[in-house]
């Protein structure tokens, strides 16, 4: 059975996933944009009842609006609007008392995810080798506002949970079209480990929030992408 989706937000990313919807079993039952939603009256009450799972790639204000209309309609939803931190707690806690799912991710690329995952992994190896410091570098296109990513913050956040003690020194380039290229290096005496993880294109994210969008139907509860790809922790 197919997954009916409603796709908010027809910007790069929502068309993205309008074109690959069919090879992740989703059906694109309904498509919301700023014309039609600018103050959330596009998921007023009762709209929507043949939908499974919003797909959300809006803005940081519009999913604000958005998340309180998903939690009235009690309609689950895949988040992969980023630049809502600061909300997250009291949105996560109306979401959860509405009882929906949702998925709510800030890189929705499966490889990225995994590749945390090792680098943690990799950190917990090196942490008792004091020979070896540890850097982590990313580049971005130079329209990417923020630096260092997201991404690199969770890496390195993760490798630390992992056990890492010393200095994980972080740097940040911004050039060109580059679409996102994360490495992990532990340097030591006479030798270098690296990891690293490139995006190609674009399409990785939709990818990632359409299987997400399978996954989270007919589910409760706050989730990220380490829930949809079965990581533990
Ligand atoms: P975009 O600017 O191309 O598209 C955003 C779209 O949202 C626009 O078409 C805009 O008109 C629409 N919009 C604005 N307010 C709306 C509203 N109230 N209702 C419905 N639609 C509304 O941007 P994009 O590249 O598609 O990225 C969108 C978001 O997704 C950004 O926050 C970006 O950082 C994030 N993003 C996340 C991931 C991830 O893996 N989590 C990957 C890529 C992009």
Same mark, same amino acid.
């Given at each position: 059975m197919d997954t009916r989706i409603l796709i908010v937000g027809y910007g790069r990313m929502g068309q993205l996933v309008e074109r690959l919807a069919p090879e992740y079993g989703c059906q694109v039952a309904g498509i919301l944009d700023i014309d039609r939603n600018a103050s959330g009256e596009g998921l007023?009450?009762? !709209?929507?009842?043949?939908?499974d799972v919003a797909i959300d790639f809006t803005t940081p204000d519009a999913v604000t609006q958005n998340l309180a209309r998903y939690s009235a309609l009690k309609l689950n939803a895949v988040v992969g609007t980023t630049g809502w931190n600061a909300r997250r707690d009291t949105l996560r806690l109306q979401c959860e008392q509405a009882g929906i799912g949702v998925v709510a991710a800030p890189n929705f690329s499966a490889g990225a995810v995994l590749f945390e995952a090792m680098a943690a992994h990799a950190a917990g190896l090196l942490?008792?080798?004091?020979a070896f410091g540890a850097f982590l570098h990313e580049i971005h296109h130079d329209?990417?506002?923020? !630096?260092?990513s997201g991404t690199a913050l969770g890496i390195k956040a993760a490798m630390e949970a992992a056990g890492y003690p010393r200095t994980i020194d972080v740097a940040a380039s911004r050039a060109g079209h580059v679409p996102g290229v994360h490495t992990v290096g532990f340097d030591g005496p006479s030798e270098t480990i690296t990891l690293t993880h490139s995006v190609r294109d674009r399409g990785t994210f939709a990818r990632g929030a359409l299987a997400a969008a399978r996954w989270v139907h007919g589910k409760r509860g706050w989730f990220s992408m380490r829930d949809v790809l079965g990581l533990q922790g």
């Open positions: 007023a009450d009762g !709209a929507w009842p043949e939908v942490k008792d080798q004091p329209k990417k506002i923020d !630096a260092p």
